[in-house]
């Protein structure tokens, strides 16, 4: 990509010494993600500059989208961003007075949702790893998590998301979605994902989140009878399946059980890492759409990130 022509103020900006977190991060990400293989796969379907309004070019737009995404930004929130930040200029390589406005920024966001792209970058991100020998295949860790809708109806349809639900967790009553995850046991990498809608059990996407090629499969208490379902029926793994609350009870009195149950737990611990970095790192704690599948585009591009952070190591 062409660099734009720096002013005296970008010189300026770039020769201070100290760097915000902020832009140690961005740092970071110019380095993990693998542009040119993501703008292959939007590229077909991209606006060409006709007798109309010149679209912006394409990597600029893909490296605006990935700035509201980090930073979990809203399409007015990222305009204003634009303004504002230098350093978010210069890795956007947007120029002041070339910021795109949020209808710009929306379409944009719009095109990937409309052809499903987020799924896409998210399996060129996990081809991009695979070949960097990162992407292993012997076990799966498998695991949900809830991520909350607003239950409110002051909205102009006077009526809740219809594709989120409500479901109780302990005491607590919570409205949204669930995140559904295939994660490597090995490595913690995402390798398939999932959405349902909160009431949903657990294990009703248990058949998406294997990939087939597994020798042992783990996951938590919710996951139980998952070996008798019929998906699985015939698979040639090694379940291993945390105990219910009432099965626990009596690993007092059996010391191998509990050693084997304490595996069981620090091994799906690496999940966590995942869900981690959606729902802190990139505060997607809260849905930001309507729909299922609109926020399921925006969860695969988050996770495609995630798993290069998590490679970072052994990367660079």
């Known amino acids: 990509m062409e660099r734009v022509e720096r002013s005296f103020a970008d010189l300026e900006y770039e020769s201070k010494k100290h760097k915000t977190r902020r832009e140690r991060f961005l740092e970071r990400m110019e380095v993990l993600i693998p542009w040119e293989r993501l703008l292959e796969e939007i590229r077909p379907y991209y606006p060409k500059a006709g007798k109309g309004r010149v679209p912006y070019e394409l990597e600029c737009m893909l490296r605006v989208h990935c700035v509201q995404l980090f930073y979990n930004l ?27 406005d949020e209808t710009t920024i929306l379409n944009f966001r719009h095109l990937l949702e409309r052809h499903g792209l987020g799924q896409v970058l998210f399996e060129s991100i996990k081809e991009h790893l695979s070949e960097a020998g990162l ?36 005491n607590q009553w919570h409205f949204g979605m669930k995140l559904h995850m295939g994660v490597d046991d090995q490595s913690g990498l995402v390798h398939s994902l999932a959405t349902t809608s909160a009431k949903m059990h657990d294990l009703t996407a248990s058949e998406e989140l294997l990939h087939g090629e597994e020798v042992r499969v783990w996951g938590d208490g919710g996951y139980r009878g998952m070996e008798k379902r019929e998906a699985h029926e015939n698979r040639q793994v090694a379940w291993h399946i945390a105990m219910g609350r009432s099965q626990r009870r009596r690993l007092a009195r059996d010391e191998l059980e509990r050693l084997m149950e304490e595996c069981k737990s620090s091994v799906r611990a690496r999940v966590e890492h995942v869900f981690f970095y959606v729902k802190q790192m990139f505060g997607y704690g809260k849905v930001r759409y ?23 190591s052994c990367m660079v």
């Open 74 to 100: 809203s399409d007015p929130a990222t305009e204003d961003m634009l303004y504002e930040i230098e350093r978010v200029r210069h890795f956007t390589d947007i120029s002041l007075s070339k910021v795109p």
């Open 135 to 170: 992407m292993l295949k012997e076990g799966t860790i498998v695991d949900a998590s809830i991520i909350e809708a607003p239950s409110s109806t002051k909205n102009r349809k006077r009526e809740r998301d219809p594709e989120m639900k409500q479901t109780r967790k302990g």
């Open 290 to 312: 309507r729909s299922l599948g609109k926020n399921e585009n925006r969860l695969s591009l988050l996770l495609g990130f995630a798993n290069l952070l998590r490679a970072e």
